[in-house]
């Protein structure tokens, strides 16, 4: 078999697989960047002066690498730092991982300022700049090799000119029932069965001190002690589950339990409805909204989903002793434009998500957490 033929049966099994992935429009980028690539040789090479032939040929060649490495890091994969140390112990604050975005399918820029080196000529003009906070265009995504499933982490924008990105767990989909009941998640009355990462704080009473504090040293992990470090019967301290094992096993702590005191977040901080007394702990029942859901308008509802439906699907409420006014009309019910996700950090401590700004739009989406290029954590 000659080399023409097996680079024929590779972009064949390339183009075959990619299909059976759903990523069709994958293989017409490459057949574009190809045919791209064929015709500017085949005109450079017409170019009769060769000094001009061959300043055209790395001009065109740097060109076309340029717009390849930007369409990888528009439409498959990109690198972001983690923010915070709210997935704590799963990444850690400053990390650097790469996003694949192929797997949910890319979504594809609504400015030119989400475009590499093209949004240069924008940031130049005036006019231009006024407007990098809007939407030129409406927003649209691709298609993806698999679904959202409940556990997944991915990285998103929490505000509408996506400029500030942040990495969560995925715990609750789009038409899910969503309960949180004393620190585990129910999502249609069923557990859900949450990684060994997953970090919460406990209180505890110290039965060996020593044994203790050399555990902690060697988990890099904090505790806190009522008292002195002496005499101290009592401590706190967070735990994943896979440390809390480690930790009972050791025969160091007794009387274990969720520490209910690092919970006491004021209401007023978290989503709620008109009568409801949830924490962060214990949260709900409420619908994660669904594509086409309709939902009827009452206070409760508004508290809950007001806020999504004014800022992500652009409408405006107006609330008249109780008639309520969507854009100037009327109306009883309403029924969103897109599917919701709600969204939790592993360090449940420390962790600013969906149990305070609410659901994530889908349209905010980036991409699946592929692995992490540089971790950060202190050794």
């Not at 982490?153 to 505000?159: G, K, N, T, Y």
């Not at 980036?366 to 992490?372: R, S």
């Amino acid at each position: 078999m000659n080399l023409i033929n097996k680079k024929g049966l590779l972009l064949i099994c390339l183009t075959l697989f990619l299909i059976v992935l759903g990523l069709t429009w994958v293989c017409v980028v490459i057949t574009i960047f190809l045919l791209l690539y064929t015709a500017g040789f085949h005109f450079v090479s017409l170019i009769k002066k060769k000094l001009l032939r061959e300043i055209l040929k790395y001009i065109f060649l740097l060109t076309f690498l340029l717009s390849i490495v930007i369409s990888i890091k528009l439409l498959a994969f990109d690198i972001y730092r983690i923010p915070s140390s709210s997935m704590e112990n799963m990444f850690y604050r400053n990390d650097v991982i790469i996003v694949n975005k192929l797997k949910y399918g890319p979504k594809l820029p609504d400015s030119p300022f989400q475009i590499p080196l093209a949004n240069m000529f924008f940031y130049m003009r005036k006019d231009a700049r006024s407007r990098i906070n809007e939407q030129w265009w409406e927003p649209d995504r691709l298609d993806g090799s698999t679904k959202i499933k409940q556990g997944d982490v991915f990285v998103f924008s929490l505000d509408l000119s996506r400029n500030f990105f942040v990495v969560k767990r995925c715990v609750g989909l789009p038409g899910d029932l969503l309960t949180i009941r004393n620190g585990e998640i129910y999502t249609n009355t069923k557990l859900f069965i949450e990684p060994g990462s997953i970090k919460k704080n406990f209180e505890f009473k110290v039965k060996n001190i020593k044994r203790l504090y050399k555990l902690m040293d060697s988990l890099d992990i904090y505790i806190g002690l009522s008292g002195n470090r002496q005499t101290s019967n009592y401590g706190n301290a967070t735990f994943s589950k896979d440390e809390l094992k480690l930790v009972k096993r050791s025969n160091c702590i007794d009387l274990i339990q969720k520490n209910k005191k690092k919970f006491d977040i004021p209401s007023e901080e978290l989503i709620k409805t008109t009568h409801s007394n949830w924490t962060l702990d214990n949260m709900g029942p409420l619908i994660i909204p669904q594509k086409n859901m309709v939902i009827k308008l009452n206070s409760d509802n508004l508290m809950l989903y007001g806020k999504i439906i004014k800022l992500f699907e652009k409408n405006i409420i107006v609330n008249k002793e109780g008639n309520y006014f969507i854009n100037n009309k009327r109306v009883f019910t309403y029924r969103f434009k897109q599917n919701y996700y709600f969204m939790m950090g592993d360090n449940r401590h420390e962790s600013m998500d969906s149990r305070f700004w609410g659901f994530l739009p889908e349209t905010n989406i980036v991409g699946k957490v592929q692995c992490v290029l540089f971790s950060n954590k202190e050794r």
